[in-house]
């Protein structure tokens, strides 16, 4: 900005004309003319204006031209003994060199002459390029400088050097032991604005700080209202925050460091006022120190309340920042954060697309064994409403927290089914298997199953999902819907014709996958074995995709068709009912990987079955292998 200014002064023609161009091109020309000028005035060996020059080159570098040229004239102006020029030359420094070019070596010598000059001004030119642009070769040979000007008397001098050491630290880790001694007696100081500089030092170098530190934080606590540092009735909420954060690495796996700051973490939690912005940012960086180090499971329980607090601020920000907070430490006090459970649900409800988000994460993490059909309630009415792009995450989440805490299988049946009908597009390809294996091992609700399927696949057949299974328990389970008898639902009277029309109807839906097809036809050749009348209309159905476009249809059409008729004597053992399905992890049945077109074997002790096969990834519907 103050190079700008001097130009406006001193070189109007220039920006003048490079701000009337029209074109860009136009631009380009006054740039390019302006820098040829300039390298001229370089290569003078008596040049009056140096300064005025590179400062017009720093100028053209901000628009964000070539001004690579004028490195060497920044390393001849810093070794100038005028300050004016070692202003100008060391922000161009700053500008135009970084440490990876060998330019930058050049000036190392100019910064250290200039670290031991008698004015401030010029020792805070070399301190602010060294903490900017200084290279690990740089660090290493002005280290023993920048500690001893730590050691200064002049507080302007000594927090430059603080930010300088910080650095140097960052650069070559091995340089904190040389700062060690010299950062501890910088927290004796006065003066707030250096004490917020030093902290920088204090976070990388000191360890054995904490007592220090908490008496510092306990007087800005207890102090009273003081105008230079007080900041809406918070007395310097940044250094508070400073410390805190500090105190948070001193105390990380620390216990005797943690035990110290505790009394101190209470009594800030306790006294921030909560209604100013500048007490929430103190009040969280509190939060963040509490759950960060070995504290006590009062104090834990205390800052995990404080988040709750912020989940009822109006302010979308603090929700976001407190759900955030409480999804990293759910795990470890899960207790704690289900106090705050109804708070976090009322947020799905949020406007707000990242809270909505987030407060899905945590609800999600809070469903137990005590309070599933509770929070499932919950999430099933969120699920309904929820935005496109969380329904996968919402049903994904459903899934696996019935999986894992279903009071029955009742309930797990109908809560799985429930999401198929409300969000069945937007399920995963594994949904189909895992319920599919699901209804096989609970042999006493096969009736009411079908029944309920059958009912959700008069009333839609958009939710590919749902179909498949829904087909694929008529197919098995279809003589148990034609008896019009079920102890756990309403019965309801179906005919051979209505479910065949259902199947039909499917089969020639324009929003039937090919794979759903495949469950269709397969259901369908299937109720050749269970019922009696109208075996003629299925022979019918089949023989029409032996035809088919689609491979795969055709390919079973052919198959089911040779059933018919070349192997007829074969039909009713190999489309006999699937065996129960034992799935002992995620992507195994019966102890081997399910792939496609691999044969589900049976339980011991029972009679071996037909090949008839469930497919893993959802594409493919159960198929007869010859």
Not at 136 to 143: I, P
Not at 309 to 318: A, E, K, Y
Not at 388 to 394: A, G, N
Request: aromatic share 4%; proline share 3%.
């Amino acid at each position: 900005m103050t190079v700008t200014l001097c130009l406006f002064v001193l070189h109007q023609p220039m920006i003048r004309a490079i701000r009337s161009a029209r074109t860009q091109c136009e631009e380009r020309g006054v740039i390019q003319r302006e820098c040829a000028a300039i390298r001229a005035q370089f290569r003078q060996a008596d040049n009056g204006g140096r300064s005025h020059n590179l400062a017009k080159l720093l100028y053209v570098h901000m628009l964000g031209y070539p001004a690579h040229f004028g490195q060497m004239e920044c390393v001849r102006m810093i070794a100038s003994p005028r300050y004016s020029e070692k202003r100008v030359g060391y922000l161009g420094a700053m500008m135009l060199l970084d440490e990876k070019q060998d330019a930058s070596l050049l000036i190392t010598n100019s910064i250290k002459n200039d670290l031991s000059n008698s004015n401030q001004y010029i020792q805070s030119l070399a301190l602010c390029t060294l903490a900017c642009m200084g290279s690990a070769e740089m660090c290493r040979d002005l280290a023993p400088e920048i500690d001893r000007l730590l050691r200064a008397s002049n507080s302007y001098i000594k927090k430059k050097a603080a930010l300088c050491a910080v650095h140097i630290v960052r650069k070559v880790h091995d340089l904190g032991e040389l700062f060690t001694k010299a950062a501890r007696s910088l927290l004796t100081e006065k003066n707030h604005v250096f004490l917020l500089g030093c902290c920088n030092v204090v976070v990388l170098c000191v360890f054995q700080t904490v007592p220090d530190l908490v008496q510092i934080m306990k007087g800005l606590v207890i102090s009273g209202y003081s105008p230079d540092h007080d900041v809406a009735g918070i007395s310097d909420p940044f250094l508070q925050v400073r410390i805190l954060r500090l105190l948070r690495i001193l105390g990380r796996n620390n216990e005797g460091a943690s035990d110290a700051m505790n009394d101190l973490l209470a009594q800030v939690a306790t006294n921030t006022d909560s209604t100013k912005t500048v007490g929430n940012a103190v009040l969280y960086e509190t939060v963040l120190t509490v759950l960060d180090i070995k504290s006590e499971s009062g104090l834990r329980v205390l800052a995990v309340n404080i988040l709750g607090r912020f989940l009822l601020n109006n302010d979308r920000n603090i929700r976001y920042i407190a759900m955030t907070s409480l999804q990293k430490i759910v795990g470890t006090d899960h207790n704690a954060v289900q106090r705050h459970r109804g708070t976090i649900v009322d947020c799905l409800k949020d406007q707000d697309a990242s809270v909505k988000r987030r407060a899905l994460d945590l609800s999600l993490a809070l469903v137990s064994a005590s309070n599933i059909r509770s929070m499932m309630k919950e999430l099933l009415s969120f699920l309904s409403s929820c935005p496109p792009e969380l329904r996968s995450q919402t049903a994904s989440g459903i899934f696996n927290a019935a999986e894992r805490y279903a009071p029955s299988q009742r309930w797990h049946i109908d809560t799985i089914l429930h999401v198929l009908t409300t969000a069945g597009g937007d399920v995963r390809d594994e949904t189909v298997p895992n319920l599919i294996q699901l209804i096989t091992n609970t042999s006493e609700l096969h009736c009411y199953t079908v029944h309920k399927l059958y009912r959700a696949l008069l009333s839609d057949i958009s939710q590919q999902p749902l179909v498949q299974v829904a087909c694929w328990c008529i197919g098995e389970y279809g003589d148990l819907l034609l008896r019009g008898e079920c102890q756990e639902t309403e019965p309801v009277q179906v005919t051979e014709d209505d479910v065949l029309d259902v199947l039909e109807t499917v089969l020639q839906s324009h929003m039937s996958f090919p794979s759903t097809r495949g469950f269709a036809l397969t259901a369908t050749m299937k109720l050749s074995t269970r019922i009696t009348e109208n075996v003629d209309r299925i022979r019918s159905i089949v023989s029409i995709y032996g035809s088919c476009i689609d491979v795969e249809l055709q390919q079973r059409a052919v198959e089911y068709n040779a059933l018919f008729k070349k192997y007829d004597h074969m039909r009713a053992a190999v489309l006999e009912r699937m065996p129960v399905i034992e799935k002992n992890s995620q992507g195994h049945i019966n102890g081997e990987t399910i792939k496609e077109s691999q044969t589900v074997k049976v339980k011991p002790g029972e009679p071996q079955q037909p090949a008839n096969q469930v497919q893993a990834d959802g594409k493919n519907s159960v198929r007869a292998t010859l």
